[in-house]
Each structure stands twice: as structure tokens, then as C-alpha cells.
């Protein structure tokens, strides 16, 4: 699959926006907010809206995402497209998993806060099949996906700098971890994203295009954002994203060097290369020292995996990662298929009477037991069991097989496929170490990117259903 994101794509024409049909209910795209009923107008807005708030604000976000979702309601015709394609069957079968799961938890759970948890992680986890109504009105358009993508990004540095103290910047601030936005882990995967996003789809920056900005604006502006991003990556000190960061790079490296010769400005290649280099080289030289520490930390933990003591593991992040990994495997081991249902873990996690699953907080000057496992696979294990983790898995896998049969046909452009191919490969790494699927920040990602992905192959069937 992966050679289909470097493939050239045709020559072939296209029609211009002001050509195209109207009409996105019944399967071609409409041009931005152009003619069309107020539920489509709606609908578009709802979701520059939502894109633009996913990681600057709850509120709006959620009324963006409400207006998309009630308009797509009201505009979709063609329900029997949706019904037979296999995505949005296996889609379907998670929802329907997980509702009656969360359902039967709810009224099984002995307290309380154990079914309020069940209620509302299964509402967040039903939540990710709304980037079906968000794929509608991103139409498989390469310039709309692009804006939804800058929109996000946009969103994502107000919000970090909304967030930084600028009284107190100084020196000291670049030496430690960057948490009043979001968790330093969270803040480090947004940005390597950002970052990759940026590299990828550089070439809307560099060169001229539609709306008349200068482009010295344009490459002051990429320059700055890319800057910020990379500067964001070393400031979350999360070796988890580093090393999610590393190997997309290098993934991202390998597709541009393999579709070099189809590129409309092979220059742009060299001159990135060298600009992500030396920016990436100035920022480690800057930062040498608290980065060589955060490398360093975990090593001991580290020795004693390798040596089998799991027993002796110290407590450190690292070894907390160890301890919680060990003990999901054993709450696994005891309901291997159906889990033991959504939002359990920190329950579970607080009636373990293990201490060795308790972390020092400085903030309140003593130990708290973990709020999840830092594992994102580990916990649908444990919550969802072998059948929910095999139907999140299967729609991912079809997700990645639609992108890259888009690309493969050129209807996605190579641009894009290389960018989110990259950020697949980046998100299942990450998800590695931390758990966040269900918040709000990872869930509102999840459904853009999903979302723009799906946009391609549900304008693909809705072109093919009408002829």
C-alpha cells in the first residue's frame, strides 16, 4: 500500500470551481460558499467552524460540529451509497458495539461514578463517527481539505500562544516543558503534526497562488509557523513524540525522494531539506543540554526490562508506562474479548492496591494513582476487548486503503497523500505512550482527519452512483 502514496498522478483535466455542479447531495462538490440552500451554507460554515476551534475551543467547536452534522442530515440523499460501503459498515458495527457495551456497563456498574464513566467515554468514543457528516462537506475538494488543515493548524497556535506567559519569557522558559496549553505530550504530538503538515505541503506556501498574497508574505508566514511548531516539538520534551516525529520525517523523506521526478519544483525539495535541517540543528544546539537529560532519563528502567526484573522496574514515567502496560495485560488476560467496558481503566486502575501505579505530583506534594494506562491499544484492550480493538483496527485499515487508492488514481493530490500518510504513521506510534482518543482535543484531530480522508472516496462513490 505504501508505494500508492509516491505514484505520479495522471494528467487529467479538471473542471474549475465555478464549473462545478452545486449539487453535493447527490455527488459532486460545491465551490467554497457559493450558491446553494441554506442547509448546505450552514453545513460548510459549521464546518470551518468546528475546524478552526477543534484545538482553540470547546464551545464553538462543538456548535461548529452540531451545525455540520444536523445540515448534513437535512442535505444527504444518498443513504444507499453509505449503506453498502464497507467503511462506513464496520464504522457502524463499532458504534453499535460500543453503544450497547457503554449500555450494559451503565446498568451493571456496582457505584455511581463507574456508570456515569461508562456513559460518557462511550458517547466520546460513538462521537468519532462524526467525521461522516465532516467528510460530507469537506467534498473531496483539494483546496477546501487545505483550508480545513490551516484552519486547524490555525487554531492550534492561538491557542498555544494564547496560553504563554509573555512576561516571564525568557531563557529560563526554553529549558522547561511547556504544559499551560495542553499536556506536554499531547502539546508535542500537535506540534510534530503541525510540523509535518507544514514540510509536506509547502509547496501552497512557497509559490504564488489564488487571493493575490505576496509571497515573501507567504514564506514569512510558513517560516514562522514551521519555527513555532519545531520550537513546540522540543519544548513538550516527550520523547514519545520525538520519536513518532523521527520516523515520520524519515517516512516523509523516502515518499519525496521516491516522487522527485514527478514534482512540479524539484528545487523546493533540496531547499526544504535544508531549511528543516538547519532549523531542527539550530533549535538541538540551543536546547542540548535539557534535551541530552530528557533522553537520559529512563535508562535504568530501560536495563531492567531488557534484564526481565520487572519486579525492581523504578517508578519514573518510564517505568509507570511499564507497570500500567503490565498490569492491562493481566486485567485483559481475565475478559480477553468483550473488556471490561468504556471509561473502566481509572477505575480500575484506583482499585488496583498496587503502588507501584501511583505517580508524585509536585502540584499537590504527593502520589495519585495513574488516570489511564499511557497506551492507547492497551486501553481499548481493556475497555473494548479484542472485538472493539479488531473493528477500530479494520476501519483504520480501510480509511488507509481509501487514501491510498486515491492517490493511486490521482484524485488525491500528492501533496496530501504524503501528508497523511505521515501523520498515520506518527499517530500510531504516539498512541504508544499516551491516551487521549476520548478527550476532546484528540477527538475533534480524529474526526478532521478522518474526515478529509473519507471526503475522497464518499465523493468518489457519490460521483460513481450518478453516472
Known sequence: MLREFHRKEPHRPHPRPDQENDNLAHGTASPLLETGDWSRRVGLFGSYLFAGFALLGITPATVGLVLLSLSFLISFRNWRVLARDPLIIIALAFALYVALHSLLTYLTAPIDAQAKAAADAGVDWVRLLLFIPFAFWAGGRPERVRILLLLGLAGFVVGALRKVGWTPLDAQFFTQRFEAYLPAIAFGMFSGLAAL???????????PGPGGVPRWLRLVSWLALLAFALEGLMLSYSRTSWV???????LLAYLEWRGHRAAAHPGTRIAAVLVVAISLALLIALQHRQIAHRLEEGGETISKVLSGDFADVPSDPSGLRVHALHYALDLW????????????SRSLLMHSARPDLMLY???LHKKVWLRHLHNTYAEILVQLGIIGLALLAALLWLLARAAALACREGRMPGDLCRFFAVSLLFVLIWNLGDYRLVRH???FFFIIFAGTVYSYRLRFLLEEAHG
Do not use: C, V
Open 197 to 207: 503538515g507544514l514540510i509536506a505541503l509547502r509547496e501552497r506556501f512557497w509559490h
Open 333 to 344: 488476560s481475565q475478559r480477553p474479548w468483550l473488556g471490561w467496558g468504556a471509561g473502566s
Open 244 to 250: 513518532a516525529f523521527a520516523m515520520a520525517a524519515a
Open 361 to 363: 505530583t509536585e502540584k
Open 441 to 443: 482535543d484528540y477527538n
